[in-house]
């Protein structure tokens, strides 16, 4: 099973962190169609062969998805998706 495992820096309160991390998961939802919800400081998503993490850390943000068969196909494209986004919010 492939994965995704991505360590990205901020310089957000844990507030504002976790609204950014909102704001992504929104968009990316709207684009990959999964279901998120947060448990503590970690916001959980999953579809249909992803399941993964988003953990809200003190200047750091750390990204972890499994992917099924057949979404380890597209694993690069999805982690370059990932990577715009946040680049796009926290950078």
Not at 47 to 52: A, F, I, L, T
Not at 54 to 82: C, D, M, R, Y
Request: charged share 35%.
């Amino acid at each position: 099973m492939a994965g995704i495992d991505i360590q990205h820096k901020h310089s957000l309160s844990l507030a504002k962190a976790r609204k950014g991390v909102e704001d992504v998961a929104r968009k990316l939802a709207d684009k990959f169609d999964f279901e998120y919800g947060w448990d503590g400081d970690e916001m959980h998503f999953k579809r249909s062969g992803v399941d993964g993490r988003i953990a809200v850390k003190p200047e750091q943000l750390h990204v972890t998805a499994k992917l099924g068969f057949l979404l380890s196909a597209l694993q690069g494209t999805v982690e370059q998706e990932i990577r715009k986004v946040l680049d796009e919010k926290f950078s």
